[in-house]
């Protein structure tokens, strides 16, 4: 007769010695309770059910189902498959994040390169307006104001464009700082100013700007 074998024991080294059959039909065997060591009882646990295993109720082993060597081949064949199953998986996940890696990098890129680009073409873009001393009326866009400390309290450094991409500048409080502040970056008004000066700052064309004062009633 074929030896049969507990489910785990996959080497097939321990076949099993009584054969029983369930109320299902199936082929089962006893095997000695772990946790009671085959004994029903568990001393430590006496102040509870007198003892008795939990597991096995009490009676010292458990019943589990038993297989042929072929069944157990093809065991052992269902739990490789699933394993390279798993394996396979696991690559697949890796390789997607990878390729998620490389495109939010390549995305991060093309913006940087972008970025630089139009920061090229705003500098290329940008010309001296006017001429030193001269009294003008444009139309202004603020893109930016920062406040700083000074001695003598608080000034704002503005940065501004026409509608040509040329850039202007203002240091000073002398723009009426109430104003200004609430004017929010992107906000665009008439301003009368003077040219003070032309200069160059990291290859940007800034015409600077005093006695700003914005055009009111439009
Ligand atoms: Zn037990």
Not at 11 to 36: A, H, R, Y
Not at 105 to 117: G, Q
Request: proline share 2%.
């Amino acid at each position: 007769m074929n030896n049969l074998y507990f489910r785990n024991d996959l080497n097939l080294e321990n076949p099993v010695k009584e054969v029983f059959t369930n109320f299902k039909g199936q082929k089962v065997s006893k095997k000695t309770c772990l946790k009671c060591n085959g004994t029903g009882f568990i001393p430590e646990f006496g102040f509870s059910d007198n003892g008795k295993c939990w597991r096995c109720r009490n009676k010292g082993y458990e019943v589990f189902r038993i297989y042929t060597a072929k069944e157990i081949k093809s065991i052992i064949k269902a739990n490789d498959r699933k394993i390279i199953a798993g394996i396979k998986k696991t690559q697949l996940n890796m390789e997607i994040s990878a390729i998620q890696r490389m495109k939010r990098n390549h995305e991060i890129y093309v913006k940087n390169v972008a970025y630089k680009k139009a920061k090229i073409l705003q500098k290329n873009k940008s010309k001296y307006i006017g001429n030193v001393g001269d009294k003008l009326e444009r139309l202004l866009t603020l893109d930016w104001c920062i406040e700083k400390e000074g001695n003598y309290g608080n000034y704002y450094i503005k940065q501004l464009r026409d509608n040509d991409g040329n850039i202007f500048s203002h240091i000073g409080s002398a723009l009426r700082d109430a104003d200004y502040k609430k004017l929010p970056k992107g906000s665009t008004f008439t301003l009368k100013f003077k040219v003070k000066e032309h200069s160059e700052y990291k290859g940007l064309k800034q015409t600077k700007i005093t006695n700003p004062r914005l055009v009111k009633g439009e």
